[in-house]
């Protein structure tokens, strides 16, 4: 089953996207700076996600990665 018909599947692929952008951004902030728009923009929004709400994006991973390892 595809990804984006699985809400779970879903969910998990943007908590990646998130905190993978977040952690390319700190390694090379000058790629995702010069790439605000497009369709490269969406790798630097999800880049100010994880930065802002990082608390919460940290406890829904951790709840994500306790729910694949009680299935």
Request: hydrophobic share 55%.
């Amino acid at each position: 089953m595809s990804a984006l018909f699985n809400f779970e599947s879903l969910l998990l692929v943007l908590l990646l996207l998130i905190c993978t952008s977040t952690y390319v951004h700190a390694v090379v902030p000058t790629f995702m700076d010069k790439n605000k728009n497009g369709f490269m923009g969406v790798f630097w929004k999800a880049a100010r996600i994880g930065e802002r709400l990082s608390p919460y994006v940290s406890i829904c991973c951790m709840l994500m990665a306790v729910k694949l390892l009680l299935e």
